[in-house]
């Protein structure tokens, strides 16, 4: 089945540093990805829809300038977050759709739990 | 606008009874419905989907869901629950009209199955 890779699964880092996180789709093509922010024992809420070869789609409230999102290839999207402040602590997701398959679900990745200090 | 509602934050169930977990979606156009299953610090797994066709869906792990139009609900269910299948669950909808790819998640239910 389709598989969605994230990496790293979690990250400790300093107070005003950045921090890359991988999406890569393993086994299918995704022109569109999307990353999700969840809060302790709270739903996800989509942060932006990253877009192959273009800018990403941010949602309402999330900062663009914070989180980078770069999409250079049909596999790979990254979320960079930059200047990392505590209050950024969180669990993050990412997913993608097979765009080979017709109605295919959005698969998951593991998430990646960034702890900032 | 499209959302989704799973009224209950925690279901709990004895191992071995019957488990529903609630949902019920609001969408415009036709409504894809999905089942996410989430285990601590770990990522969303999709269980099943409802595209059209037969109400009823099969999913993995033994998990089933009935698609009702007129109550605009997406009950998951199971026979017989297992200690295992304590998670979070997530119902989520997309816009079948829609040419973009966005779901919209409930809130999530806390399954508990009690030994």
């Known amino acids: 089945g389709a598989v969605v890779s994230q990496h790293p699964s979690w990250v400790i880092c300093k107070s005003g540093t950045s921090v890359k996180i991988e999406c890569r789709s393993l086994d299918f093509q995704a022109t569109t990805m999307f990353w999700y922010r969840q809060f302790p024992k709270q739903s996800l809420m989509l942060m932006a829809t990253s877009n192959e070869g273009s800018k990403a789609t941010y949602e309402q409230g999330v900062e663009k300038d914070k989180f980078l999102i770069n999409h250079a290839s049909l596999t790979l999207s990254t979320l960079t977050v930059t200047s990392a402040h505590p209050e950024d602590s969180s669990f993050y997701i990412c997913?993608?759709?097979?765009?080979?398959?017709?109605?295919?679900?959005?698969?998951f990745g593991n998430g990646t739990r960034l702890t900032v200090t | 606008a499209q959302s989704v509602a799973q009224p209950e934050d925690q279901v709990n169930v004895a191992e071995g009874n019957p488990l529903t977990v609630k949902c019920t979606y609001s969408v415009s156009g036709n409504p894809y419905l999905f089942w996410y299953v989430q285990y601590p610090n770990r990522g969303l797994q999709f269980l099943l989907k409802?595209?059209?066709?037969?109400?009823l869906v099969k999913g993995s792990y033994g998990f089933e869901a009935e698609f009702n139009k007129s109550q605009t609900s997406f009950h998951l269910k199971k026979p017989s629950a297992l200690v295992s299948d304590s998670a979070l669950y997530f119902c989520a909808v997309r816009d079948g009209n829609n040419a973009g790819n966005m779901l919209t998640f409930g809130g999530g239910t806390r399954l508990m199955v009690k030994p």
């Open positions: 409802y595209i059209t066709g037969d109400n």
């Open positions: 997913s993608a759709r097979d765009q080979g398959r017709n109605n295919s679900p959005l698969h």
